[in-house]
């Protein structure tokens, strides 16, 4: 996995950044319905699961690099404490804080697709649909096999 480093707080050496090459083609990710953790609310959903199923996020943080122990029962990308291009914004910590700090925060889309991915009235049919098209906005392309 590439990362880029960069200065990140006191008593932490850097921040990972995955490094995913921006090619003419959107990055493809495979989502396994097997093992696609889906349309059973927020609480609970993990990039991976206890039960190993992942939502839509951990297939697309697998596809860009991370490894299983990077997400295993993250909630969510940010979590990770990687910034992953279209997933996760490193900011700058709040003014008034006590270090020099970077933070880690899910995306628009991140939360875009999050909700979509845990939503209880939706079909998996329209689920699918929507997070293809919330995908496409960050050079995803969303593919769904068994």
Known sequence: ???????????????????????????????????????????????????????????????????????????????????IPGLVDITDAPLGSAEDRKQFMDSEVCREMMEINDSESTTDEEREAALIEAAAKIHRKFVFVN
């Open 1 to 83: 996995m590439n990362t880029v480093e960069m200065k990140h707080r006191k008593n932490v050496d850097t921040v990972r950044v995955i490094a995913v090459p921006t090619p003419e083609e959107p990055l493809e990710v495979v989502i396994d319905r097997a093992k696609w953790h889906r349309g059973k609310g927020g609480p609970g959903s993990k990039l991976i699961t206890f039960d190993g199923k992942m939502c839509c996020l951990g297939f697309d943080a697998l596809a860009c690099g991370l490894k299983h122990d990077d997400i295993n029962l993250r909630c969510d990308p940010a979590g990770t404490g990687f910034g």
